[in-house]
């Protein structure tokens, strides 16, 4: 398959050896009183991917692709959450403090949950991570390998921490990557914005992005 208006040019995949990655796509960003707003940030941003995510997560389950979900999430004893993190900036709440959700970014609260519109099917990949990037102290790369993957659609939030940090990662690792430009948001338009360009400036550093209404139509034919 091929993604012919892809950016920087076009992107080549196969179905088999593909994975739609979904990053952090749970109440303590998407919602009121979790770690994002706890943050300072407004989180009815986030809040408008969410229909673009479900069509592309809908249509990909379609075809039978493999998904992988990821969630920040730390121990209840904050053995995985170093105190640079825990005590970085100025939030209203820690990592660990109790919210209007439960504790916030800890693994099992309320707060922690994948919101209920893209919760995962019995089956598909469910990688908790302590850190922003997806494959840092995670099975995912071993997963992945074992699986056959070669290439990454990526979705969800936020594009410049988790997002962008995860197709970093990958990208060390081998694998092509592309981020829906319109399934992935920032707090910050004008970072979402600069992080788009980064990635795929260079020739696609990083890797590429594409609308995901040029993703649909392929799935659709398959
Ligand atoms: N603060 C912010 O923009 N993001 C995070 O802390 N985590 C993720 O991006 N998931």
Redesign the pocket.
Known sequence: MQLNQAQPFPYNFELKSTALVI??MQRD?IEPGG??ET?G?DVSLLQAIVPACQAVLEAWRGVGGLVVHTR?AHRADLADCPPAKRNRGNPSLRIGDMGAMGRILIAGEPGNQFIAALAPLPGEIVIDKPG?GAFYATPLHELLQQEGITHLLFMG??T????QTSMREANDRGYDSLLLEDCTE??FPAFKAAALEMMRAQGAIVGWTAASGQLLPLLQDC
């Open positions: 990053i952090d960003f770690f994002g943050l940030n920040e922003k939030v936020t410049e921490v988790c997002v920032s707090y």
